[in-house]
């Protein structure tokens, strides 16, 4: 069973930068879309940022021009970037791999920004 597994959380100052990263434990034919989730207590899941297999991006508003997804398919890999961070972007992490009609999900990392 192919699992995705998340690391590069963790604690920093507001201001401050991450990158996550999210590796498939084994191979995964025609990935789509790779995406990163978050939930921070008492709130519900949110897409935080997607990237498709043609490249093409999409970001929540809360994080344009402070984040940025990228992935390495050789890898199957897909990174989040995050600079200028917030209180507010504290949360567990999910990154998820599409590819139809399978969905994967990694067991989350959680990010903490210290104001």
């Known amino acids: 069973q192919v699992q995705l597994v998340e690391s590069g959380g963790g604690l920093v100052q507001s201001g401050g930068s991450l990158t996550l990263s999210c590796a498939a434990t084994?191979?995964?034919?025609?990935?789509?879309?790779m995406r990163w989730f978050r939930q921070a207590p008492r709130s519900q899941r949110e897409l935080v940022a997607s990237?498709?297999?043609?490249?093409?991006?999409e970001y929540a508003d809360s994080v344009k021009g402070r984040f940025t997804i990228s992935r390495d398919d050789a890898k199957n890999t897909v990174y989040l970037r995050m600079n200028s961070l917030k209180s507010e972007d504290t949360a567990v992490y999910y990154c998820?791999?599409?590819?139809?009609?399978?969905?994967?999900w990694g067991q989350g990392t959680q990010v903490t920004v210290s104001s």
């Open positions: 998820n791999f599409v590819a139809y009609p399978a969905s994967y």
């Open positions: 084994g191979p995964i034919a025609n990935i789509n879309t």
């Open positions: 990237i498709r297999s043609v490249g093409t991006t």
